[in-house]
């Protein structure tokens, strides 16, 4: 183990720019809103990039980064294949959370709710804006499953571009989008000696309420 790197002594020093529970919005959609507008305005690289944790029937928590593609009253919107691990968990726990981490900002928020299929309509509309390299990659990729080689991937990829070659792509019946339905959301500012501001929406008697959490 004398080779392992000791990592004990990492440790960032946050800013004093803070927040009390009157300085954020009531609603929790537009207070995600403002912040996310603020991380875009700093440039931060794939800032729509979200953590989403599942756990189907074997309780085994999974967790990895995807999308977020739209976001409104509705919900959170991210795509994948119908058939990979995250979507089949779905299918037997639909309840989920996200995070979106911005570190250069300090800020993490996170989310938790319930992931449902969206429409068929509202995934062939948000296929046909992807690049075309990514329409015949969604066809390609049997997600999750184990592959023999990376050459496997890349003849798969011919394969799809011979048979759909000058001609549109259709939405394979196997990939489109979730929404998650936010039941509870969590606001994080990074502070000084680790004290730092946690900010909790829940939903009491039909509203959201505000409560702040201890570090």
């Avoid at 440790?11 to 537009?30: M, N, S, V």
């Avoid at 996170?110 to 509309?125: L, N, P, V, Y």
């Avoid at 592959?147 to 001609?167: A, M, P, T």
């Amino acid at each position: 183990m004398s080779n392992i790197m000791n990592i004990d002594h990492l440790r960032h020093k946050y800013g004093i720019t803070g927040f009390t529970k009157a300085d954020l919005l009531e609603d929790p959609l537009q207070q995600f809103d403002l912040w996310f507008k603020e991380a875009v305005d700093a440039q931060i690289i794939e800032v729509n990039t979200m953590n989403l944790a599942t756990s189907g029937n074997d309780g085994q928590p999974a967790i990895r980064a995807v999308l977020l593609k739209s976001y409104d009253e509705r919900g959170f919107v991210f795509y994948t294949n119908y058939e990979s691990r995250k979507a089949k968990a779905i299918e037997e726990n639909p309840k989920v959370a996200v995070q979106f981490l911005w570190v250069s900002l300090g800020r993490q928020i996170r989310i938790e709710g319930m992931a449902k299929k969206i429409s068929t309509q509202e995934s062939e509309d948000y296929f046909k804006s992807r690049p075309r390299d990514s329409q015949i990659s969604a066809w390609a990729s049997h997600q999750s499953d184990i592959v023999s080689s990376r050459k496997q991937l890349e003849d798969e990829f011919l394969k799809y571009s011979e048979k759909f070659h000058g001609k549109p792509i259709p939405l394979p019946p196997f990939w489109g989008g979730y929404r998650i339905k936010a039941s509870s959301y969590e606001f994080w500012q990074g502070q000084s000696n680790r004290l730092h501001d946690r900010v909790l929406y829940k939903v009491k008697d039909k509203k959201w309420v505000k409560n702040r959490l201890a570090p």
